[in-house]
């Protein structure tokens, strides 16, 4: 079964918007939560990871959300830019274990 | 430092043949995971090595089957192929451990496209 539960499944965004991708997940254990973007004809690049200890983490334009007790965790892009235009997925793990995938998100950025 | 190196980039297979793929781990990294990337299931688990031993496995038929290297370099194979197989397989390397951890996170190749006809 799906572990990891991810939406929207695509969304479109002008130039400057934010861009919102919601990730739920129903293990406990789980205490590693990253995030990955992944250009067409490339593979998934890590693009930002949080604790459970943590409540907001921020790295340039991206940051990560997490909602230890809705078990719920979500991606916000800043300023979104045409460059943005990729596919987000969210991602659990705890230790010996496999990292294990939502669905993913298409973002579109129009300029 | 290079990151990981998925070989060969793009494959054509007939159904019923087989197929090995080959993956170099980043330079020190020990552990090496596989997944199949496909549009309907996203990306599945297919099994991880770390020093050559087979730690997880994911609910894949043993028509897949992989191994490690004592340089940390991995294969994986495919028997009997069917239209189902294609996808794009994702190789990943993490540092230590097992699985994928905030101080040892996934790194991946650029896959391998495989298309079975």
């Known amino acids: 079964q799906q572990q990891v539960k991810q939406s929207p499944q695509s969304l479109i965004v002008q130039k400057g918007g934010i861009s919102i991708i919601n990730c739920a997940y129903e293990n406990t254990a789980f205490d590693y939560f990253p995030w990955y973007q992944q250009f067409p004809g490339k593979g998934p690049a890590l693009l930002i990871a949080i604790r459970p200890d943590v409540s907001e983490k921020k790295e340039g334009r991206f940051t990560i959300s997490f909602n230890k007790s809705a078990k719920q965790f979500s991606l916000h892009i800043m300023d979104s830019q045409p460059g943005d235009s990729a596919t987000y997925f969210c991602?659990?793990?705890?230790?010996?274990?496999?990292?294990?995938f939502g669905a993913g998100t298409t973002v579109t950025v129009r300029a | 430092k290079a990151g990981v190196t998925q070989t060969p980039r793009y494959l054509i297979k007939t159904r019923g043949q087989q197929v090995t793929l080959s993956c170099s781990p980043i330079s020190g990294h020990r552990s090496v995971s596989w997944y199949q990337q496909t549009p309907g299931q996203g990306l599945q688990f297919l099994f991880e090595y770390f020093s050559e031993t087979q730690r997880n496995k994911g609910n894949f038929p043993g028509r897949f089957s992989g191994r490690q290297f004592s340089n940390s370099r991995s294969e994986m194979n495919v028997s009997t192929l069917e239209l189902g197989d294609s996808a794009l397989y994702l190789c990943a390397s993490s540092l230590v451990g097992t699985g994928s951890s905030y101080n040892s996170p996934l790194h991946f190749g650029n896959g391998t496209r495989l298309t079975v006809t």
């Open positions: 991602a659990a793990s705890k230790p010996d274990y496999k990292l294990s």
